[in-house]
Each structure stands twice: as C-alpha cells, then as structure tokens.
C-alpha cells in the first residue's frame, strides 16, 4: 500500500482505533513498512499498542519542537512504527490542537513518511471537526469504520457526505469504502442493519467480511498488542487481514 490512508467514523465506540491499530498490523505482518499516526487527541494508540508517552509526538513536530525521526516510535512488530499523540493527551488543551492541526506540517509529516518508503495509516477523533478536515486535506484515502447498530443508517449517508464535502475540495483524496465493524452473526439486529447497509451502496464501497466483535480483540487491545499479532487466528484478525490485503491491491 501506498500513500496515506485517514481512518475516520462519525461517532465514537465503533472499532475505529482499533481498526486503525490492526490495518496498519496487518499491513506490517505482509511486509509493508507503515507507519501508524495518532492524531485523536484522547490518544488512545498508545494504548493499543503497548507504548508511553514520552518523548514527545504528532503535537511536537507541529510545534516545531521535535523532528520527524524524533517522533517516529518502533512497535513490537518489525515492519511497524507509530506517531502518538504527544502531550496534548496528557494535558487536555485540545483548542490548541485544534489549531495545531492546521498547520503545514501536518501535510509535510505525511510527505516525509511516504518518501522514506512507509505506508501511513492515520487514526483520528471521532465527527469530521477541523482535526478530520485536516486529516483528510493531507490524506490520499479514508476508509470508513461503521458498527452494526441502528444508528448506522443515519450515520452512513451524514459520513458518506461529509467524506464527498472533502473530496470536492481536496481532489487527491479518495474514498475506499466503508468497513462493518463490532459484527454480531447471532444478533437478528445486526444482521438486518448489515442487509441495509449493503443493500444502500454500490458494493464496491463495502468491504467484506464485516469485523466480528470478539473476545479476543479486546483482550488483546488491554494487552497493548494488535489482536492480529496476538490471535491471529481470530475471526477478527482474519477479517482485518483481509482489509489489509484488499487495500494492498487498491493501492499498489
């Protein structure tokens, strides 16, 4: 895969880190040198992937104070690095994010990790505020995590336009589709909200198979290890290994 790829949902609680964490693993584990950007201000990859936040992040180089190779962090996974957030999750000034965010560096962050050869996978807060926008004017693709709830069929065509919103303005990003996540095979619910959900887009906006909600995702993400890495033979990590790969041919 290349370029940079914007992970982004409409609202919080759908797998959308966790998404973010496991693509960019799975991208890693087939050889794909990535690199993992946390620009959620909660910044909770850290989490998921078992790391500190010290030494600084994505707020530090946008302020200047530290250099690319300052920030990039390795993982327990060869192929895998990651930018945290900074001290922006431990202090909570997320108006001065915000208005960090806006800054040229953020497209330069990007530019510079591409040049050195990584796949970037960038995790964001959750709406389409002005961090998302910036994301997204930086970005190349976005990929759309969505839950199997009923809140899904509202949420889809309000993410859907405001992802087309940023397309119209920014005509190197494009959207690669939506993946369902936190999937229930047993719950009748979810079941039918993935039948509408189909049944409303052009299939080639929907990735398959939905991400099942497993035990083992949670445990791993408690671990601070990708559950791609820790249970691969999950359900869940085959499925993020097949958006993984599905991606990898989109994009190579």
């Known amino acids: 895969m ?6 982004v949902s409409q609202k919080g609680g759908v797998g959308k880190t966790t998404t973010a964490i496991n693509v960019a693993a799975a991208l890693a584990r087939r050889g794909v040198r990535t690199l993992l950007v946390d620009a959620d201000p909660q910044g909770a990859v850290r989490f998921g992937l078992g790391l500190n936040n010290d030494g600084g992040g ?10 690319f190779h300052d920030i990039v962090r390795p993982t327990s996974l060869a192929y895998l690095s990651a930018v945290v957030t900074g001290s922006v999750a431990d202090t909570g000034d997320h108006a001065a994010y915000h208005q960090l965010i806006a800054s040229p560096r953020l497209r ?62 920014h005509g190197n990003l494009r959207l690669e589709g939506i993946v369902l996540t936190l ?12 039948e509408r959900v189909r049944a409303q887009l052009p299939p080639q906006l929907l990735f398959d198979p939905p991400v099942p909600r497993t035990m083992a995702t949670v445990e791993a993400f408690a671990a601070g290890q990708p559950v791609v890495l820790r249970t691969p033979d999950d359900a869940a990590s085959v499925a993020y290994g097949t958006l993984a790969e599905a991606l990898s041919r989109r994009t190579s």
């Open 2 to 7: 290349r370029g940079t790829l914007a992970v």
């Open 58 to 67: 994505i707020v530090e180089y946008l302020m200047g104070a530290k250099d």
């Open 108 to 169: 330069e962050l990007f530019r510079t990790a591409t040049e050195r050869g990584y796949a970037v996978v960038v995790d964001t807060p959750p709406g389409l505020g002005p961090i998302v926008q910036a994301v997204l004017a930086a970005s190349d693709r976005v990929i759309v995590p969505l839950q199997c709830e009923p809140l899904a069929l509202q949420t889809t065509s309000q993410i859907l336009k405001g992802i087309r919103d940023a397309i119209s303005r």
């Open 183 to 194: 999937y229930d095979e047993e719950s009748e619910i979810c079941r039918k909200i993935a």
